[in-house]
């Protein structure tokens, strides 16, 4: 696609839901409100129980839904709309949108004209607040830090200056934009989110792919948005921990060299273990299993990313030191 038409890019926002009527109106009315941007909208209905559905088609009509039969989560639910959204070669953009999360009505146009003159861009987002406190940052960006742990930038502080723009280790996925360009580049085609993690540091998992390829994230000041923070899955805390902690061994293993996971080995299991001394602590022992059941079933899952793991071996184009660096605080 040639700058000129890059730069009159149509965005495909993506909406991925499962039983959340109750939010989708909010977050579609922030969509209808975007300004000057050409955009169309694309909602996967994981298998919704709700009336998810109907209230989407209520709402708005002119979006396209694909309903599914199961519950795909997070990653293949958006891999699927992304493969249908780039059928459309007016699409340079694509907008990940959660459904607890609402964006501000020049969100979108500040991060395309931001991204006009950034031809190496990966994937945007602007500073995302809590939604019932919009004094409390829920994020500027995410990262890898040095104990292995996916790590939201800035999460929780008080403040009310915009950071950046900053060129940063990686986007959060529930309100970021990513480039049509960088799709079609990084090795896994129509996988944009590996399918194998389901949901949980996928967007972590995509950040270090972008950033070990060479390819550059922003946080791009102006553009807010707010998000409540997991309204579906954070209903049962031993879920997510299950799926964090199952998932972060490969997240490590596809995208560090081999020395660094070695070399940061003690703080991992020292994490590891704080966290279960914590849980048991506050008398939670469910959550203790899933951590330590979690762990185990990710190690145990390794060989199913070996593919993927020698895939982005030979992409990887960054330094060791540079990586290192980006992990001290993600920038």
Same mark, same amino acid.
């Given at each position: 696609? &040639? *700058?000129?038409?890059? /730069?009159? !890019?149509?965005?495909?926002?993506?909406?991925?839901? $499962?039983?959340?009527?109750?939010? =989708?109106?909010?977050?579609?009315?922030?969509?209808?409100?975007?300004?000057?941007?050409?955009?169309?909208?694309?909602?996967?209905?994981?298998?919704?129980?709700?009336?998810?559905?109907?209230? !989407?088609?209520?709402?708005?009509?002119?979006?396209?839904?694909?309903?599914?039969?199961?519950? &795909?989560?997070?990653?293949?639910?958006?891999?699927?709309?992304?493969?249908? !959204?780039?059928?459309? @070669? @007016?699409?340079?953009?694509?907008? =990940?949108?959660?459904?607890?999360? #609402?964006?501000?009505?020049?969100?979108? @146009?500040?991060? %395309?004209?931001?991204?006009?003159?950034?031809?190496?861009?990966?994937?945007?987002?602007?500073?995302?607040?809590?939604?019932? *406190? &919009?004094?409390?940052?829920?994020?500027?960006?995410?990262?890898?830090?040095?104990?292995? /742990?996916?790590?939201?930038?800035?999460?929780?502080?008080?403040? /009310?200056?915009?950071?950046?723009?900053?060129? +940063?280790?990686?986007?959060?996925?529930?309100?970021?934009?990513? %480039?049509?360009?960088?799709?079609?580049? /990084?090795?896994?085609?129509? @996988?944009?989110?590996?399918?194998?993690?389901?949901?949980?540091?996928?967007?972590?998992?995509?950040?270090?792919?972008?950033?070990?390829?060479? $390819?550059?994230?922003?946080?791009?000041?102006?553009?807010?948005?707010? &998000?409540?923070?997991?309204?579906?899955?954070?209903?049962?805390?031993?879920?997510?921990?299950?799926? %964090?902690?199952?998932?972060?061994?490969?997240?490590?293993?596809?995208?560090?060299?081999?020395?660094?996971?070695?070399?940061?080995?003690?703080?991992?299991?020292?994490?590891?273990?704080?966290?279960?001394?914590?849980?048991?602590?506050?008398?939670?022992?469910?959550? %203790?299993?899933?951590?330590?059941?979690?762990? =185990?079933?990710?190690?145990?899952?390794?060989? =199913?990313?070996?593919?993927?793991? #020698?895939?982005?071996?030979?992409?990887?184009? +960054?330094?060791?030191?540079?990586?290192?660096?980006?992990?001290?605080?993600?920038?």
């Amino acid at each position: 696609m &040639h *700058n000129a038409v890059r /730069q009159r !890019a149509k965005t495909a926002f993506i909406i991925v839901c $499962w039983n959340n009527q109750d939010l =989708l109106p909010e977050c579609l009315a922030s969509i209808k409100a975007q300004t000057n941007t050409s955009h169309k909208v694309i909602i996967v209905d994981n298998a919704s129980h709700d009336a998810s559905v109907e209230v !989407a088609r209520k709402e708005m009509p002119e979006a396209e839904i694909i309903e599914e039969k199961e519950n &795909h989560g997070f990653a293949k639910g958006n891999n699927i709309a992304i493969q249908k !959204a780039l059928e459309d @070669e @007016e699409v340079g953009y694509i907008a =990940l949108l959660n459904t607890d999360a #609402r964006i501000e009505s020049t969100w979108l @146009e500040i991060l %395309t004209d931001f991204c006009v003159s950034k031809p190496q861009a990966a994937c945007m987002q602007g500073t995302t607040l809590d939604y019932y *406190n &919009h004094d409390v940052i829920d994020s500027t960006h995410i990262f890898i830090s040095r104990n292995g /742990q996916g790590t939201q930038g800035n999460w929780r502080n008080i403040s /009310q200056t915009e950071f950046g723009p900053k060129k +940063v280790f990686g986007v959060n996925a529930a309100a970021c934009l990513i %480039t049509r360009k960088f799709i079609e580049a /990084q090795p896994f085609g129509t @996988e944009l989110f590996d399918e194998l993690m389901f949901m949980y540091l996928e967007d972590v998992d995509l950040a270090a792919r972008a950033t070990t390829m060479g $390819w550059d994230n922003y946080l791009v000041p102006g553009a807010r948005a707010l &998000h409540m923070g997991s309204a579906s899955s954070g209903k049962n805390p031993g879920f997510s921990l299950y799926y %964090t902690f199952r998932n972060n061994s490969a997240l490590l293993l596809k995208n560090l060299p081999f020395r660094m996971v070695l070399a940061m080995t003690p703080a991992i299991l020292k994490g590891d273990l704080d966290t279960i001394a914590t849980l048991r602590h506050r008398g939670q022992n469910k959550a %203790t299993r899933m951590v330590i059941k979690g762990r =185990l079933v990710g190690l145990l899952r390794l060989p =199913l990313y070996w593919k993927k793991i #020698r895939a982005l071996r030979r992409a990887r184009s +960054v330094p060791y030191e540079y990586l290192w660096y980006l992990m001290q605080r993600g920038y």
